[in-house]
């Protein structure tokens, strides 16, 4: 039986916690994605990022891109996503993904199916803060401004 947690959070986001929910005895894969904010963007030096969310929102896409997943893949997975919400400094994590399942196709096809909706439904949006004092917010959601 498939089971999912997903959750949005204002405090740090744990590895540990998504491997452990994916694991099973009956699972020979545990993919993983994990985002992190970098030093850079197009050209330019990141001191850190913000992000804010559609709260009410997130977690049912979240639940739905879950769902979708474990029908596409693999029907006895187990799926984790949580992403941050808030401010996170240079290599902060911003999103954890963990999918187990029996075998490593199902995982690394639904762990990559979750990342690209989640980039593509999730109302979370990215604000950059650079080296030189400026602040950016990046297209992303449907709902942002940059967007159209």
């Not at 994916?22 to 894969?29: C, E, I, P, S, T």
């Not at 030093?39 to 330019?44: I, M, P, S, V």
């Not at 693999?74 to 999918?99: P, W």
């Amino acid at each position: 039986m498939a089971q999912i947690f997903t959750g949005l959070s204002e405090t740090p986001l744990s590895i540990d916690a998504a491997a452990d929910f994916v694991n099973g005895d009956k699972n020979g894969a545990l993919n993983m994605f994990i985002g992190k904010v970098r030093n850079h963007n197009l050209g330019r030096e990141v001191l850190g990022v913000s992000y804010d969310a559609f709260a009410p929102m997130v977690k049912a896409v979240f639940d739905d891109i879950c769902v979708e997943a474990i029908e596409k893949f693999d029907n006895e997975m187990r799926c984790y996503l949580t992403h941050f919400k808030g401010r996170l400094e240079i290599g902060g994590i911003s999103v954890v993904i963990a999918v187990g399942s029996a075998h490593r196709e199902p995982s690394f096809q639904a762990c990559r199916y979750i990342i690209e909706e989640l980039k593509k439904r999730a109302p979370i949006w990215k604000k950059e803060h650079y080296i030189d004092g400026d602040d950016e917010w990046l297209g992303g959601h449907i709902l942002s401004a940059d967007n159209g």
